[in-house]
């Protein structure tokens, strides 16, 4: 998942809206460039859609490729490369209706045989495969999806975020070049074609002037590797790049201060927290629900939150984002330290234990701070020193707080005490 909490800024920008809008004609083709530092080595296996396993961060350079149905502003199962589709009335054939006439970025008519590979070779869902018990090209634009038995999740997987199973690759391309030629020379209908990829150092794509939803306003994207926070800034500050993510506190406030630069935050439907692994063991301390309960008072989620994203994240009771269909709108703990410690006590525990292993997802996240450790759970799996239910709330930022993009507006959740997983 990543809505990643990402923290974007963006120099420039705004005056390039300003430039454009007194137009008087609409524009009819793409026009200059756009680039962003990103704070990942963007990998060739990015590029396929077939390998997606259900991340975000892929999605990124996915512009390359469309989908049969995908999620869009105000839609997330908006058609695409289906126009319409149709379930039988025992809910086990899904008809999907191809938009006819596209074409691939090398000429290769778009057509049902296409969704079928595609979806066979994608590695994204397990579950989804298995679901599946045939797929039926019944012409060029109609292609059957034929279930073993109803599942009304159906359309969610093959749809969403969730696999890459409906993201289109073209199957002659594909078996002509292999799947590693495919990834060093990608090959979509999305509104961008591939144009180059140095490892390491950038990826280049141009505006697909054919696509069929809406013409690219930007003709290039140009995606820069820039794993140093100070240098994304520095870049941004120099007219670089127009859009950088994941900067460190420090230089999020830094571009607050500076009246040429905009700091925006993505937004986010990912969850920060921890995984009390230990609670399935008797014999451990997590096992006991007061004990699990301790931990969630003794957490300031509003503090952790500020030192983090500069106040971004919202807290979360729940570890199933609040914008998910049929999420549990549950509220987090309020932060009651004096609740923790009676808890503690009341478990056997006034003085503290020894608090195990913690499991931190995503395990990146360098937040749990125990009072009394000489050492912070800031690595997954890690251990930490005795817990005495003293609040866990940083009194001071962080030595290298991040804004975090993987976070999007993850909540500084822990999971619910009654949650084991």
Same mark, same amino acid.
């Given at each position: 998942?990543?809505?990643?909490?990402?923290?974007?800024?963006?120099?420039?920008?705004?005056?390039?809206?300003?430039?454009?809008?007194?137009?008087? *004609?609409?524009?009819?083709?793409?026009?200059?460039?756009?680039?962003?530092?990103?704070?990942?080595?963007?990998?060739?296996?990015?590029?396929?859609?077939?390998?997606?396993?259900?991340?975000?961060?892929?999605?990124?350079?996915?512009?390359? *490729?469309?989908?049969?149905?995908?999620?869009?502003?105000?839609?997330?199962?908006?058609?695409?490369?289906?126009?319409?589709?149709?379930?039988?009335?025992?809910?086990?054939?899904?008809?999907?209706?191809?938009?006819?006439?596209l074409k691939f970025h090398n000429g290769d008519p778009f057509t049902a045989d296409d969704v079928k590979f595609s979806f066979h070779r994608a590695k994204g869902s397990k579950v989804l495969h298995d679901k599946v018990k045939d797929v039926v090209v019944a012409s060029p634009s109609r292609v059957r999806f034929v279930l073993h038995e109803p599942w009304p999740d159906f359309m969610m997987y093959y749809g969403s975020i969730v696999s890459g199973a409906g993201w289109v690759v073209p199957k002659k391309y594909v078996e002509r070049v292999g799947d590693d030629g495919f990834k060093r020379a990608p090959v979509g209908l999305g509104p961008y074609k591939f144009?180059?990829? /140095?490892?390491?150092?950038?990826?280049?794509?141009?505006?697909?002037?054919?696509?069929?939803?809406?013409?690219?306003?930007?003709?290039?994207?140009?995606?820069?590797?820039?794993?140093?926070?100070?240098?994304?800034?520095?870049?941004?500050?120099?007219?670089?790049?127009?859009?950088?993510?994941?900067?460190?506190?420090? +230089?999020?406030?830094?571009?607050?201060?500076?009246?040429?630069?905009?700091?925006?935050? &993505?937004?986010?439907?990912?969850?920060?927290?921890?995984?009390?692994?230990? +609670?399935?063991?008797?014999?451990?301390?997590?096992?006991?629900?007061?004990?699990?309960?301790?931990? %969630?008072?003794?957490?300031?989620?509003?503090?952790?939150?500020?030192?983090?994203?500069?106040?971004?994240?919202?807290?979360?009771? %729940? *570890?199933?984002?609040?914008?998910?269909?049929?999420?549990?709108?549950?509220?987090?703990?309020?932060?009651?330290?004096?609740?923790?410690? =009676?808890?503690?006590?009341?478990?056997?525990?006034? %003085?503290?234990?020894?608090?195990?292993?913690?499991? =931190?997802?995503?395990?990146?996240?360098?937040?749990?701070?125990?009072?009394?450790? /000489?050492?912070?759970?800031?690595?997954?799996? &890690?251990?930490?020193?005795?817990?005495?239910?003293?609040?866990?709330?940083?009194?001071?930022?962080?030595?290298?707080?991040?804004?975090?993009?993987?976070?999007?507006?993850?909540?500084?959740?822990?999971?619910?005490?009654?949650?084991?997983?």
């Amino acid at each position: 998942m990543t809505r990643r909490l990402s923290l974007v800024l963006a120099a420039g920008l705004a005056g390039a809206v300003l430039l454009a809008a007194p137009s008087l *004609h609409a524009q009819t083709k793409p026009e200059g460039e756009m680039r962003w530092a990103l704070y990942v080595t963007l990998s060739p296996v990015w590029f396929d859609p077939g390998e997606v396993a259900g991340q975000l961060t892929p999605f990124w350079v996915l512009y390359a *490729h469309d989908a049969l149905v995908k999620p869009m502003p105000g839609n997330l199962l908006a058609p695409s490369l289906a126009e319409s589709w149709t379930v039988s009335p025992d809910q086990r054939v899904y008809e999907f209706k191809l938009r006819e006439g596209l074409k691939f970025h090398n000429g290769d008519p778009f057509t049902a045989d296409d969704v079928k590979f595609s979806f066979h070779r994608a590695k994204g869902s397990k579950v989804l495969h298995d679901k599946v018990k045939d797929v039926v090209v019944a012409s060029p634009s109609r292609v059957r999806f034929v279930l073993h038995e109803p599942w009304p999740d159906f359309m969610m997987y093959y749809g969403s975020i969730v696999s890459g199973a409906g993201w289109v690759v073209p199957k002659k391309y594909v078996e002509r070049v292999g799947d590693d030629g495919f990834k060093r020379a990608p090959v979509g209908l999305g509104p961008y074609k591939f144009v180059s990829h /140095t490892p390491g150092v950038e990826l280049v794509m141009e505006a697909n002037e054919g696509y069929w939803r809406k013409v690219p306003s930007v003709k290039r994207l140009v995606f820069k590797s820039v794993p140093e926070s100070t240098t994304r800034l520095a870049m941004l500050k120099r007219g670089e790049v127009d859009i950088a993510y994941l900067l460190d506190v420090p +230089q999020a406030q830094e571009v607050k201060r500076d009246p040429n630069l905009r700091l925006a935050f &993505s937004g986010g439907i990912a969850i920060w927290y921890l995984d009390f692994l230990e +609670q399935w063991d008797p014999r451990s301390p997590w096992n006991d629900r007061r004990v699990r309960l301790a931990a %969630n008072y003794a957490i300031d989620r509003q503090a952790l939150s500020e030192a983090e994203t500069l106040g971004a994240s919202k807290p979360a009771g %729940n *570890h199933v984002p609040r914008s998910f269909e049929f999420a549990l709108p549950i509220e987090p703990y309020p932060y009651d330290p004096a609740k923790a410690k =009676q808890l503690l006590a009341e478990a056997g525990y006034p %003085n503290g234990f020894d608090v195990g292993e913690l499991h =931190q997802l995503p395990p990146t996240f360098p937040w749990a701070r125990p009072s009394s450790a /000489t050492s912070r759970p800031s690595a997954y799996g &890690s251990r930490c020193a005795p817990w005495s239910a003293e609040p866990i709330s940083p009194s001071s930022p962080p030595r290298r707080p991040r804004v975090s993009a993987s976070a999007r507006a993850r909540s500084t959740a822990m999971p619910r005490h009654g949650c084991r997983r």
